[in-house]
């Protein structure tokens, strides 16, 4: 098991957004979390990458409780997360953003590979690799922010709302591009308010309800579910 969470529990001062919470990660697995906005879907993806402190609990991350690891020597464990809004640094270039997700690594010399494999996944940033991030379109700046993750070659790659406003045509491109890093062996957890896409893509998937599981399963089974189409799929 690559990554286990028990019994989670943080709080936003007196309110509890996180009541407890179990889920596991398998390694080669793509799990999606999905759930309303206020699920606590964000704080889970905070809390495992060390942008939040839990109150309770344990995040155990290749067999060692990382709870109290700052976020920054998380990255250099194997977690990285591409942030809800993408959040590039936009008076860069391309390349200086992608240059950033490297900023923990120690292998100097390898980083130039890393590069040339980064853009040959996402051919539009080497077209536009001296480009300022700013003027990049919203899909490209959702590219260049997996991008930017995957330059510190992590484990595990945790995905929040990697769809948000962007175009359908994008949403397809942004998730072809998800489930190829998936399968070039990056295990991934994916946070995503569109259901039918998350649930379309993962193997496993958990439902997250004001701050608890409410349901987990095969991503397969949870698609067929009548009470997950009718709650979350619009159907």
Do not use: C, W
Not at 5 to 18: D, H, M, P, R, T
């Amino acid at each position: 098991m690559l990554l286990e969470i028990k019994g989670l529990s943080v709080y936003y001062g007196v309110i509890q957004a996180l009541k407890g919470i179990d889920f596991s990660v398998d390694r080669g697995e793509i799990v999606a979390l999905i759930g309303a906005n206020g699920a606590g879907k964000t704080t889970t993806l905070h809390t495992i990458s060390g942008m939040i402190e839990p109150k309770a609990g344990e995040i155990n991350f290749e067999g060692k409780d990382i709870s109290k690891v700052p976020g920054h020597l998380r990255v250099n464990m194997g977690i990285a997360q591409v942030p809800e809004g993408r959040r590039v640094f936009a008076d860069m270039t391309v390349e200086e953003n992608l240059k950033m997700g490297a900023y923990t690594r120690r292998d100097k010399a390898e980083l130039n590979d890393t590069m040339s494999m980064i853009f040959d996944r996402f051919p539009r940033l080497k077209e536009r690799r001296n480009q300022i991030s700013g003027t990049l379109s919203g899909g490209e700046q959702q590219m260049l922010a997996m991008g930017r993750a995957l330059m510190s070659k992590p484990s595990i790659l945790l995905l929040d709302e990697p769809s948000m406003g962007l175009s359908p045509i994008m949403v397809n491109e942004v998730f072809d591009i998800i489930r190829s890093v998936h399968e070039d062996g990056t295990t991934v957890l994916l946070v995503e308010q569109n259901a039918k896409k998350a649930l379309n893509i993962a193997d496993r998937a958990y439902v997250l309800e004001t701050g608890s599981i409410t349901t987990s399963g095969n991503a397969s089974d949870l698609l067929e579910d009548d009470s997950i189409r009718k709650a979350y799929l619009g159907d």
